[in-house]
């Protein structure tokens, strides 16, 4: 089955840019959907978009529209999550997790990214 | 998009029974059966507990039961076990092909 492994924390001014990146184990890995999960300290569980690892089919949650980039590379197994210009309000960790195509269970994440912003 | 509406908390003595529910609207919950549940235990990923409303992934516990009516889903954990203590997150498809957690819920082992 698939795994997913997340690169490591990091700590960011605002204003700068950052990519996050989701690798996926298993030959399998392009027939799922990858999402991207924010939690801010102490809250809960927020969806940010999602991406169709094949075809590169992206939805992203009203919210982080236009603030978030997702994008895949289906040839090195690998989604990713950008931002052009970090905020202080960005801190949070952040999940990737899996749903394979057909499916809407998302049964294989990360273990996740902590991004802290701060002057 | 707001959240799907869950209680912040609910407890139980080990062995017992608890039912969290998730309310949505006709967009979510009500118009299909995408409904999941999943486990966050501190400093932890979240683990898919239930989905398509009341079925198990491989591994689950049948302890861990789902069920879903009009607009509000819920999720039975019985005989109640100091493990199962942890945060309860309910996550529904959206119409146009997103998805959209719950609030959240604390289950606490007395």
């Known amino acids: 089955e698939v795994q997913l492994v997340q690169s490591g924390a990091e700590v960011k001014q605002p204003g700068e840019s950052l990519k996050l990146s989701c690798q996926g184990s298993?030959?399998?890995?392009?027939?799922?959907?990858i999402g991207w999960v924010r939690q801010m300290p102490g809250t809960g569980l927020e969806w940010m978009g999602l991406?169709?690892?094949?075809?590169?089919?992206?939805r992203y949650r009203p919210s982080f529209e236009g603030q978030i980039t997702i994008s895949a590379d289906k040839s090195i197994s690998t989604a990713y999550l950008q931002w052009s210009s970090l905020q202080a309000s960005d801190t949070g960790m952040y999940f990737c997790?899996?749903?394979?195509?057909?499916?809407?269970?998302?049964?294989?994440w990360g273990q996740g990214t902590l991004v802290t912003v701060s002057s | 998009q707001s959240a799907l509406t869950q209680p912040a908390s609910v407890s139980g003595s080990p062995g017992q029974s608890i039912t969290i529910s998730c309310t949505g609207t006709?967009?979510?919950?009500?118009?299909?059966?995408?409904v999941s549940w999943y486990q966050q235990h501190p400093d932890k990923a979240p683990k898919a507990m239930i989905y398509d409303v009341s079925n198990r992934p491989s591994g689950v516990s049948s302890r861990f039961s789902g069920s879903k009516s009009g607009n509000t889903a819920s999720l039975t954990i019985s005989g109640l076990q100091a493990e199962d203590e942890a945060d309860y997150y309910c996550?529904?498809?959206?119409?146009?092909?997103?998805?959209?957690f719950g609030s959240g819920t604390k289950v606490t082992v007395l």
């Open positions: 997790a899996g749903a394979r195509h057909g499916t809407a269970v998302w049964n294989i």
């Open positions: 298993g030959n399998s890995f392009a027939t799922y959907w």
């Open positions: 991406i169709h690892v094949l075809d590169s089919d992206t």
């Open positions: 006709s967009s979510d919950v009500g118009g299909h059966n995408y």
């Open positions: 996550n529904s498809y959206v119409r146009g092909g997103t998805y959209v």
